[in-house]
């Protein structure tokens, strides 16, 4: 399905072409009828010759109006320009002209309209004109069909070129992300809300929840309509009118969207090709706030130019579009740019980054990666999405470039606006180009995993300086000091060990959950102490062995070797913590846990005496050891006694495999 925009000077007959083409009066409103000009959208359909069904969208066509026009030309395959013959290229000819080609539609029809009224010699005079008209913008070498609303003259010539033109005209994409950029919203007796719009980029099913953005409000789609017909599915380019359940009247409007939850972003800054037009009266000038038209959205938009202080009237560059009110847009989007005062169309362009980050002016790497976000090619898109390298050595900058963790498949084709199988292709290529590398369900751009091999061994190299006595450091430590997403923390850490730029193992110190604490380090590093440390630490364990159950506390042992000599003593599992004061040895640990939980074995509980008794201890070293039981579930407490503990017979089979419960 297709749709076209009428558009043209006021009371050169669009609509009454419209409605002698479909049978359908657009003009819908009352006031539009009373002053015989349409004032806000009008809607309309039919089939041409070859059988294919098309929606026909009526623009207004008074000066004073362009902002409902422009709500109207969003996403439309293709124009119907309508010229009278009698009057010929109009002020608002010329503007509307200059939008559609700001928003690059290409295919089209001109009407030379109200051919009745005018001679042959006046006809021709005035089909030159349009003609030259055309000539630099879009729609230059369209076919010209003189015709007329009222006589029928030329309207089967009309309709068959406008069959011709749309043969054209590309194909709708569908990339699964649906959204409907809404046009117009009102209620329906015993249905409710409903609002229309041309869907874009994916398919709406009856009974689907929506999410209205930017408000965020949750529906449901009660009910589908095209040209008055119900559907239960509508396709990419459809005309649609959309019944909702779960909302008021109230929650949504015009410039508003539609989309499944949580696909679309609204965004408040945009990075953007921008055209200035020739007909332009003054230059742009840096930080200049005019309005932007962005499908049927409208907001106040302050220009920050990138690569210049101002652009002169035919001249185009870099921007980023920073908004007043948030809306949803997507890679590719075109736009439109005008003064608020006096209300004239000044420019327009294409979104290359739809949620953009802040950026430092005329910086050449910005400017690079724009570049290659506007060319387009999947590939090269994906790697700058990727933060990779620019082609000519150029590296990347912006959100992307500074994050070092790894995109999905499904997040590339969020960020980039690609369908998923450009996004597949796209990856194959890189990966077989050795541009991008895939670890696990992730892809990284390969300077990207070089920055974060570089950065890795950097953290760990630091960590090894200042903690030379540690084992590692520890998995959490340095997945944070990375910025590396939870769930990809041990992929990234398995593929770096296959390098050689790291080590990972587990510690004999186990955490609460039983596990063992999971630490990173570099390849050649050992934790070993000097000769002299040496000699404390086998003093100071030799006090433990003899006084395995009342051995030094923890301030005394600090006091002796130092806070990086007992971690390091702790980590190495020498000494093993039962609380924040008490050490014992590794095998005093394991006898002592041993000793307890054989004693339940046969009595099914023990008291603090008892097991005091049992060890040789004193109460604080008791208590120490059963703070240390009971968070690990291999004791727990009932009254004044210890019961054996959900982890218990776990713990029992680590101490027969000789480790650590």
């Known amino acids: 399905m297709s749709v076209i925009g009428v558009a043209g000077h006021v009371d050169h007959g669009k609509s009454a072409l419209v409605m002698a083409l479909t049978g359908i009066d657009p003009d819908r409103l009352v006031e539009e009828k009373t002053r015989s000009m349409t004032i806000d959208l009008g809607f309309a359909w039919l089939t041409l010759p070859s059988g294919r069904e098309i929606s026909v969208v009526d623009v207004p066509g008074h000066e004073a109006f362009i902002r409902n026009m422009l709500a109207g030309v969003g996403g439309l395959d293709a124009a119907l320009l309508v010229v009278a013959a009698d009057e010929g290229v109009m002020p608002q000819t010329v503007e509307h002209l200059a939008i559609l080609d700001l928003l690059r539609v290409s295919v089209g029809v001109v009407a030379l309209n109200k051919a009745d009224l005018v001679e042959p010699d006046w006809l021709e005079l005035a089909r030159e004109e349009v003609a030259e008209t055309l000539a630099t913008t879009t729609l230059a070498g369209s076919p010209i069909i003189t015709c007329s609303a009222v006589t029928g003259q030329g309207l089967p010539e009309l309709l068959a070129a406008l069959d011709a033109a749309l043969e054209r005209a590309p194909t709708r994409r569908d990339i699964g992300r649906p959204r409907l950029p809404v046009d117009r919203v009102f209620t329906i007796s015993g249905f409710g809300v409903v609002a229309t719009g041309s869907l874009q980029d994916g398919a709406l099913e009856v009974g689907q929840e929506v999410e209205i953005l930017p408000s965020g409000h949750r529906a449901r789609i009660r009910g589908l309509q095209t040209h008055r017909k119900k559907v239960e599915r509508g396709e990419p380019g459809a005309r649609l009118a959309v019944n909702l359940a779960g909302v008021e009247k109230s929650d949504l409007a015009r410039g508003d ?174 990966a077989a180009s050795e541009r991008a590398r895939r670890v696990g369900d992730l892809w990284y751009a390969a300077p990207v995993w070089e920055r974060l091999r570089v950065t890795s061994e950097a953290a760990l190299a630091e960590y090894h300086r200042r903690y030379p006595l540690r084992a590692g450091m520890p998995r959490e430590e340095w997945r944070a ?61 030799a006090r433990f062995r003899a006084a395995p159950f009342t051995p030094p506390d923890w301030a005394e042992v600090e006091g002796a070797l130092g806070a990086e000599l007992t971690q390091a003593l702790l980590a190495r599992g020498d000494l093993v913590k039962m609380s924040d004061t008490i050490l014992l040895d590794r095998e005093a640990y394991r006898e002592a846990a041993r000793r307890v939980l054989e004693y339940l074995r046969a009595h099914g509980a023990i008291t603090v005496a008892e097991a005091r008794d049992l060890l040789g201890a004193t109460r604080k070293y008791t208590l120490a050891l059963f703070e240390r039981l009971d968070e690990r579930h291999i004791t727990a407490r009932r009254g004044d006694d210890r019961v054996a503990g959900r982890d218990a017979d776990a713990a029992w089979m680590r101490l027969e495999a000789g480790d650590l419960p």
């Open 257 to 430: 969207t539609l989309g499944l939850p949580g696909r679309l972003k609204v965004t408040t800054a945009l990075d953007a090709r921008l055209e200035w037009l020739t007909s332009a009266p003054r230059n742009l000038e840096h930080n200049t706030q005019l309005d932007l038209f962005l499908g049927a959205a409208e907001t106040p938009a302050r220009v920050i130019l990138l690569e210049s202080d101002e652009l002169e009237p035919g001249e185009s560059g870099w921007a980023q579009l920073r908004l007043a009110r948030p809306i949803v847009a997507a890679r590719g989007d075109r736009f439109i740019l005008r003064s608020p005062s006096p209300s004239l169309t000044l420019g327009g362009g294409m979104i290359v980054e739809p949620v953009a980050r802040r950026h430092r002016r005329k910086e050449p790497a910005v400017l690079a990666r724009l570049e290659t976000l506007a060319r387009g090619d999947p590939a090269e898109v994906t790697l700058a999405a990727l933060g990779g390298v620019e082609p000519g050595g150029r590296r990347a900058s912006g959100k992307w470039a500074a994050r070092l963790a790894g995109w999905s498949a499904e997040e590339l084709a969020g960020v980039t606006g690609l369908p998923a199988e450009d996004i597949a292709d796209a990856l194959a290529e890189l």
């Open 481 to 541: 000091r990375l910025g590396l997403m939870p769930r990809e923390a041990p992929e990234v850490a398995a593929a770096l060990a296959v390098e050689g730029a790291l080590v990972e193992e587990s510690s004999a110190e186990r955490g609460a959950s039983g596990q063992g604490t999971a630490r990173v380090r570099l390849p050649g590093h050992r934790a070993e102490p000097t000769p002299e440390q040496a000699g404390a630490v086998k003093a100071m364990l």
